[in-house]
């Protein structure tokens, strides 16, 4: 049985003109038996909050053996070093993130119920987590940065190809009853 808990729950900071201030990225801990698996390990801010999740939930993160990260911005991957032994997975075509890591090149079944699929447009190496457990979870990253962008079928703010990053949320909306976005809550899709 494959289970998912939110670790911390991200948010974006604008100020009045819709400049962007501040950033920090949920991060989801996905659970199968077998492997603990991160997507995502939030800003270097949301350490604390990071570390009593993973103290609430009774796990370590030197257990973790798995981290997606969904693309190499900053607030997205800024924890990596809490987890020494995870095998860590990025798309190609994002920043060196200076840590060793596996560089895929399209999709890729991570494991029974998890696969990682490229969903680009907010960044060219943008991928998403499509999980199959109770429900169809999509842990979308910045391909569907809030809850918002779905509800009104918006591209990313932030975006280096519009028409990527709405094939995208075309296909997680296709797959997932619930997303967990880039920043803020997971919510339902119907
Ligand atoms: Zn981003």
């Known amino acids: 049985m494959i289970g998912l808990d939110v670790l911390a729950v991200g ?3 604008r100020d009045a003109d819709g400049e962007l201030l501040e950033a920090h990225s949920t991060s989801t801990l996905i ?8 997507v995502d390990t939030s800003s270097r801010f949301m350490r604390p909050a990071l570390k009593s999740s993973f103290r609430d939930l009774g796990v370590y993160p030197k257990d973790v053996d798995t981290v997606v990260l969904t693309h190499s911005h ?6 990596l070093d809490l987890f020494p032994n995870a095998e860590v ?12 890591v596996n560089v895929i090149e399209g999709d890729m079944q991570l494991c029974s119920g ?8 907010h960044t060219p190496d943008s991928m998403s987590v499509f999980v199959e457990a109770d429900r169809a979870y999509v842990v979308a990253g910045d391909a569907v940065p809030t809850e918002d962008n779905y509800r009104k079928m918006v591209p990313p703010r932030i975006c280096a190809d519009r028409e990527a990053a709405m094939e995208s949320i075309n296909s997680i909306a296709n797959f997932a009853d619930i997303i967990v976005p880039g920043h803020g809550f997971p919510f339902m899709t119907r």
């Open 11 to 13: 948010y974006l900071v």
């Open 114 to 121: 998890v696969r990682l699929v490229r969903t680009p447009g």
């Open 89 to 100: 997975y990025v798309q190609a075509g994002g920043d060196d993130l200076g840590a060793d």
């Open 31 to 38: 659970r199968t038996g077998d492997s603990s698996i991160v």
């Open 74 to 79: 900053q607030d997205h991957t800024g924890n």
